[in-house]
Each structure stands twice: as C-alpha cells, then as structure tokens.
C-alpha cells in the first residue's frame, strides 16, 4: 500500500502540467452556458485535442492517449488546478463514450469519436421526460419503426446543454407492448437539428439557458445510430450508469483545486478569531482529501478487475454535498462581495465562486438524484430491503 | 502508487477479527468496566501473541519495526470488537521510548516487554488533559509534561468515562525519567500515532455500530414490514456508510505518510503527516458518531439500554471522537491561521 507515482506517472503529471502553464487561457472564458462561451469552449476543445489531452484515457486511434485511470485522475488534478475551462465535451466524453465502447459498432465508434475528441461535434443527453425523472422507466417519448430506422416523437427536457450542443442520445420506447416499463427502450444517437427537433432553452436558476427541452416530432433516425440491439436500451444505459455517477462525471480533481483556492482565500481574507469558518474550510479541505484518496483506492480496484457498481452512488452523493459546502464556505468568507454574480464588474474573482455555488446546486438533482442515490445505497451495498419509494 | 492493502496485510485483519470475535470481548468489557481486568488482560496477551504490539516496536528491542499500516490494520479492529485497555497509549508510550533513544535504559527495559505483550502502558499527555486512561490497571504510567518525562507517582481515584471501559484517573507526579526538548519531540510524534490509532479505532467502532443496525433494521418488523424497507431508515444508513467509506482512505492515507516519515527517519513529526492524522481523525471520529446516534436512534428504545451490547460501542465512540485530539483542535492543526505558513494540502 503506498501514495507514490511511479516515474512514468510523474513524467505524465509534468507533461500535463507544462502543457497547460503554456495553453490554460489567462482570463477565464465567457460562461459555457452562453452561446458566446459555448463557442468559446468549443474551440478551447479543439486545442486540448491538438495536445491530445481532450480524452486522455481513450486509444490513441480516437484522439486519445491510452492513459490509465490513475493517469486521467492526475490529469483532472493538474487541469483544475492550472484553473482550466469548464468542459463542454464533457456529456459525450463521461457518458456517450463509454457506452459506445461497450455496446457501439466498431463502425459507430469510428464514426462518432474522432469528431467527440475534437470538440466538432457537442453531444446532450435526452433521457429525462416531464413525466419522467428519478422514475426513468416511466418514459413515453416513442421509436416508430420505419424504413431504414426509427421515427422519434415525443417530449425530453432538462437536457443539459442541449441550447447550443449538435447531438444528443437517448432513450426511447421503441416496443409498447413490452411486459415491464424498463423492457421495450431503444438507445439511440439523433442530429438536434434534424427535421422535426425543437429546441427550446430554459433557463436556470440564474438565467443562464444551461438546458433545454426537445420537441421531437416523427424525427429520423438511421438504423446505425442505435446503439446496441432495439429494445435492450435499458440494459445499455444502465451498464455505464455509474460512469456518470461517480469518478467521471467529477473527479476529485475539481475539488481538490477548489478547496485549494478555498483555502488560500481563507489565508488572504478570514478574522482568526472565526472559527467557525475555519473549521468550514478545514472540512472542505478534509472532504476533498477523502474523496482523491478514495479515488485512488478506486482505480487501484478497478485495474485489479473491480467495478465501480452501486459504490458510483456514494461518491455521487459526496461529491455533490461537498460542492455546495464548499461554495457556501466561499460565499461566506467573501461576506457583502459574495453575492455579486459573473455578470458584475466588481464580482470577486470573476463571480468563480457565485457562479460555481449556481452549478453546485444542481449536483444533488442530476444524474440521478440524491434520494435515488440513497435506495441505491441502501439496497445494494447494504442489503436492505426494497420498498415503496 | 497502489492504495489498496496487500493480501498479507488484509488477511492479518481478518485474522485478527476471527481471534476476537471468538474472544467474547463485550464480556472482558463489562468485567473491566468492574474493575476485572482478568479477560481483558488475556486478549492482551492473545494480541500480542498475534504480534500486534510488536508493530511498534523497533527490531532492535524484539518486535516487527513502527509499521503504522498494520498498526492501523489492527486497530480498526480492536475498535470493531471493542477491546479493553490502554491501547493507543500503550502504541504512544513505545513511540515515545524508542524516540528518546537508550537513556537511561528506559527503551531497553520496557519496549520489549511491550513487544511481548507483557507490559501495558498507561501514558497521559498533561498538555492534552489531566487524565491517564487505565492508570489503575497498566503495568507502569509515563506522564509527559513539557518536556520532562516521568513516571507516576500513585493514581487518584478513578474517574468513570461516558464509556464505563475507560478508567481515567489523575496522576501524582512521581520520578524523573528524562527531560530536555527531545522529550517534547518525541511526545509530539507519539501524540500524533495515538491520535491516528484512535481514529482507525473509531472506524472499526462505527463499522460494528452500521452492520449490527443494519442487521437489527432487516429483521424488526413495524406496520407488517421489515423497519429496513421504509427510506427514512435507509437514507440514514446510507449516511453512515458515506461517512465512514470516505473517512477510511483518510486513515489509512495518513498511515501510508507516517510510515513513510518513519522510514525516512524524519526528525519530528513532518507537518504533511501532522495533517494527514488530524484530517483522519476529524472524518472517523465523526464518522464513528453518526454511525453511533443512527444505531441508537434506529434501534428505538432498544437502542437506549445499558443491557443491549450495542451500548459499549455507542458509548465509545462518544469518547473516542475527544481522545487524542478533540475535531476543533484537528482542524486548527489543518488551518492554524491566516498568517502561519502551515503546510499546504493542495495547490493554492
């Protein structure tokens, strides 16, 4: 048992890190949930791929580097640190990747990665329905089987970035007469702006359009973008579930960077005597330490042939609650300044900290929420029984 | 870098549980508790047996060399059976005699007994508090006061703990046995290997507090259905497990740098190590107590008696989360002000 990278490793760590001293933009990026900074992002994509650094872990056929999980792990730490751009790649490199890699075609993953790695083409995530959210099996939204593919009608919505992304995947329900609601989904890929999509972006709760809901209106979709066999979507999108959950989604990386800035801020800002805050940023920092360790641990299991399974869930609810006391924390320490939002001249450190604790929110909401995370815990790590949700 | 026990060291735990589950230790706790230290003394000598005090002690005095991740090994489980004794202190006091050297004779003469199991150690830090745990009961009591090292001079009376195993008593300050700065070092670094100690403790108290609930939870039945169904009961859970599955990297972390530090032979505990202690020691004392105030609350009634064996580790996770170290004092060590240029964890 030991904490020490090995030559190779700290080899790859420098190289990450020189590399990004030298590319890292000086002045941080307009926000990614504008269409100015998503386009903004979008290039910054395409020069993290010009280093190969835009999916570390992926064969070096697709873009990528054929790095190991420790190695992603110690890129996530220095590229959050060096204060790097938010990723909007990140929904089609954490989620639809990996399900290509198990299920998708070789024709499939040749097709849609090298563009994905290149930041040409921005993939949302269409699952979750107005009738349709911690209950996803409930999805109506329908498959119509046609000449050459399927035809989409239905309804999605809190499709994350889906206001200005390209594509978008998900599940439908391609066989009605199917004997459980998680029986009869088909996982597809679809264009956002096919015939029949309508996009209509919503706000959140600052205003920003960082989702949208999708009309889909008889939208076809080719039989070679259906990932895995029609009516095993289920299955397909279950078997890399965890990959949004835990690690991938956000990696200890972002907290171990912000609970640094926590504490230099701290360092630059706080009365002594408080320590109230003191103890507040010291259990930032604890909880950031907890979760890169347990990271470690995590990635020696999983290259010892471990997987991820219902412990995703843990780290889901860790990380999620971690982030919001860690942007309260900062909020607090910066007393009357920290209300100001990005938008405002004199906002500290260009609204960082306000506008983090606006996304930090979401995080007990999404990919699955906190609640549902808890039954998962609950049922499949500690054997209790099933009820009534 | 692999952070993961190797079989050797996961298979020493489980040996370890087997010994002590198979020892009836809620029995040797309530006779202690009495003032029969007879069972407890056997598990002692069972533990020592199974060479867990010889991982604190050098090879040169007869034991396996300081290796603070088999002393964590062995202490998450001393807190999962909830042994008896002086046991963090006893750890200490070799750290602390194998530190000051050979003065005197002092390392020669005890450390080996310890190794052996045959001495049990009480020892007290008076800059932390008053009281030596199981100064009635130890083999021999070291009170370290600044920097004089001394032994006890007689036991007040004894001053019963929310934990009734721990028996803490005053001591009357009895011979000098050494003195001068290296004393006030090597006291630091054994504070800070009781403090670790007590933390991989508290992690094995709550790991025993979650699966007896969870246990109890599936086979109660209220309004026709197992307790364990209903969400309010499994979000609590859930909350346990969180706490103590990410306070357990914490811990053994801490060991992976103290060990480390130790074969570096690093003079004086480094700042990193310091640190890395007080982080694991805020998240398991916690932890511990979370799992602790869910047992009791999910047990109902049940949960509240003295009679229940569950009672001796929700009792001791309230003192385990003070000893060595209260949360307020860890956390000041992770920030010790604005202005220090305390070691910093990660990139600022």
């Known amino acids: ?389 | 870098m692999r952070f993961l026990l190797d079989a050797e060291q996961a298979e020493f735990g489980r040996t370890l549980g087997r010994m002590l589950a198979a020892a009836d230790t809620p029995a040797a706790v309530r006779a202690w508790g009495a003032g029969d230290s007879g069972p407890g003394r056997a598990a002692w000598r069972r533990l020592a047996g199974a060479g867990v005090f010889g991982l604190a002690v050098p090879e040169k005095h007869e034991g396996a060399g300081l290796l603070p991740i088999e002393l964590v090994v062995s202490f998450v489980e001393l807190g999962r059976h909830a042994v008896p004794g002086p046991l963090a202190e006893t750890v200490a006091a070799a750290v602390l005699l194998d530190r000051l050297g050979d003065a005197d004779g002092l390392a020669d003469t005890w450390l080996p007994a310890i190794a052996a199991g045959d001495a049990m150690v009480s020892y007290a830090d008076l800059s932390r508090g008053p009281y030596a745990l199981d100064a009635a009961t130890a083999d021999v009591t070291l009170l370290v006061d600044g920097d004089t090292l001394r032994a006890s001079g007689g036991n007040g009376p004894v001053q019963p703990s929310v934990d009734p195993v721990r028996r803490l008593t005053r001591c009357a300050a009895g011979a000098v046995l050494a003195s001068g700065p290296a004393v006030r070092a090597a006291a630091a670094q054994a504070a800070d290997t009781a403090r670790l100690l007590t933390a991989a403790q508290a992690l094995g108290v709550g790991r025993r507090l979650l699966d007896d609930t969870v246990a109890y939870v599936k086979q109660r039945t209220q309004f026709g259905v197992a307790i364990g169904s209903f969400q309010a009961v499994k979000h609590r859970l859930a909350d346990v497990l969180l706490a103590l599955e990410l306070a357990e990297p914490l811990v053994y972390g801490a060991a992976v740098e103290l060990a480390g530090a130790s074969q570096a032979g690093v003079a004086g505990s480094a700042d990193a190590t310091g640190v890395g202690i007080a982080m694991a020691k805020v998240a398991a004392g916690e932890a511990a107590y979370t799992a602790a105030r869910a047992a009791l609350q999910l047990h109902g009634a049940l949960g509240y008696t003295d009679e229940l064996d569950l009672s001796l580790w929700i009792r001791k996770a309230r003192a385990l989360r003070g000893a060595w170290g209260t949360p307020a004092e860890c956390r000041a060590r992770i920030l010790p002000g604005p202005a220090s240029a305390g070691a910093q964890i990660f990139h600022e």
């Open chain 1, 1 to 389: 048992m030991d904490l020490e990278l090995g030559p190779e490793d700290e080899e790859f760590r420098q190289e990450t890190r020189t590399w990004l001293a030298s590319h890292v933009p000086a002045e941080p990026l307009p926000s990614l949930e504008t269409a100015k900074g998503f386009a903004a992002h979008r290039e910054w994509e395409r020069e993290l791929y010009g280093g190969r650094w835009s999916a570390v872990t992926w064969p070096e056929e697709y873009g990528g580097r054929g790095a190991s999980l420790l190695r992603w792990l110690l890129f996530e730490e220095e590229y959050y640190a060096a204060r790097a751009p938010g990723r909007v790649s990140q929904n089609g490199i954490s989620l639809l990747a990996p399900t290509l890699f198990a299920h998708g075609t070789d024709e499939q993953v040749a097709r849609v990665l090298p563009p994905m790695a290149r930041g040409q083409t921005i993939w949302a995530q269409a699952w979750s329905e107005p009738g349709a959210g911690s209950d996803l099996a409930a999805l109506r939204s329908s498959a119509v089987r046609t000449d050459g593919g399927w035809l989409l009608r239905g309804h999605k919505t809190w499709s994350s970035r889906a206001a200005f992304a390209d594509r978008a995947f998900g599940l439908f329900r391609s066989h009605p007469g199917a004997d459980r609601p998680h029986h009869g989904l088909t996982y597809l890929m679809f264009d956002l702006a096919a015939p029949g999509v309508t996009v209509r972006p919503i706000g959140r709760l600052d205003g920003k359009p960082a989702f949208a809901e999708l009309r889909l209106d008889d939208v076809f979709v080719p039989d070679a973008d259906v990932i895995g066999e029609p009516g095993q979507g289920w299955q397909v999108a279950m078997s890399t579930a965890g990959n949004e959950r835990g690690l991938t989604l956000r990696s200890p990386g972002r907290f171990t960077a912000a609970a640094g800035r926590l504490a230099a801020l701290w360092r630059a800002t706080a009365d002594p005597a408080d320590t109230a805050l003191r103890d507040r940023v010291a259990d930032a920092l604890i909880g950031a330490r907890a979760y890169q360790l347990s990271a470690y641990a995590g990635v020696a299991r999983l290259t010892e042939g471990g997987t991820p399974g219902a412990g995703a869930s843990l780290t889901k609810v860790f990380w999620s609650e971690l982030d919001i006391a860690l942007h309260e924390t900062a909020l607090d320490l910066l007393g009357p300044r920290g209300e100001l939002a990005d938008a405002a001249p004199e906002a500290p450190d260009h609204g960082s900290w306000a506008d983090g604790w606006v996304f930090a929110l979401a995080g007990p909401v999404y990919a699955g929420t906190n609640e549902i995370q808890r039954d998962i815990i609950a049922e499949r790590l500690l054997g209790l029984p099933k009820g009534r949700r």
